[in-house]
């Protein structure tokens, strides 16, 4: 398992922490979504043999928010 935390540009309510967990829980090997709206951050727990970097990024982005680092 690896946690990484994501630096996510756009949210501002708890909609868009909803949007931002719900696509990411959808992925396959995500077992964890923590999003704090105060920072920015989104804390992902997931196994790397199943989910990508890159795939936990366009989850993010597909929902309309920036991903930054």
Do not use: F
Not at 42 to 66: F, M, W
């Amino acid at each position: 398992m690896q946690t990484l935390t994501l630096d996510v540009k756009g949210m501002t309510c708890g909609h868009c922490k909803m949007s931002v967990e719900g696509a990411l829980n959808e992925l396959e090997g995500v077992s964890n979504v923590e999003v704090d709206l105060t920072t920015g951050n989104v804390t992902v727990s997931y196994d790397e043999s199943k989910v990508t970097l890159e795939s936990l990024r366009n989850a993010i982005e597909d929902q309309g928010y920036d991903v930054v680092a």
